[in-house]
Nanobody
Framework: QVQLVEFGGGLVQSGGSLRLSCAAS?????MGWLRQAPGKEREFVIA???????FYADSMKGRFTISRDNAYNHIYLQMNSLKPEDTSIYSCVASGRMASMVKGHCDYWGHGTQVTVSS
């Protein structure tokens, strides 16, 4: 069982930036973020595997960046140019395959952290 703990989140004005981080209790998994806003379906945000290959949802390209510190099993999500529609609960996830994560099928989930972007 892999434990995932998220850090960061909070309230930011439109156009601002936030950084989320996630610590995993084990290594070797693809990791990433999914998000879900109230009344909306969960959507894939971004992912990175243990070889630093990345995959972004189209709407995040150019604004969100993911990075990974394999020595400490941490991933980081830098979110820039935030918009009110980015308001959501962001969940850190881990999976044996990044392809399944993109489809929302993740082996392990964090509890989630709230990101609120005010207009």
């Amino acid at each position: 069982q892999v434990q995932l703990v998220e850090f960061g989140g909070g309230l930011v004005q439109s156009g601002g930036s936030l950084r989320l981080s996630c610590a995993a209790s084990d290594k070797g998994y693809a990791m990433g973020w999914l998000r879900q806003a109230p009344g909306k379906e969960r959507e894939f945000v971004i992912a990175i595997d243990d070889k630093n290959n990345t995959f972004y949802a189209d709407s995040m390209k150019g604004r969100f960046t993911i990075s990974r510190d394999n020595a400490y099993n941490h991933i980081y999500l830098q979110m820039n140019s935030l918009k009110p529609e980015d308001t959501s609960i962001y969940s850190c996830v881990a999976s044996g395959r990044m392809a399944s994560m993109v489809k929302g099928h993740c082996d392990y989930w964090g509890h989630g952290t709230q990101v609120t972007v005010s207009s």
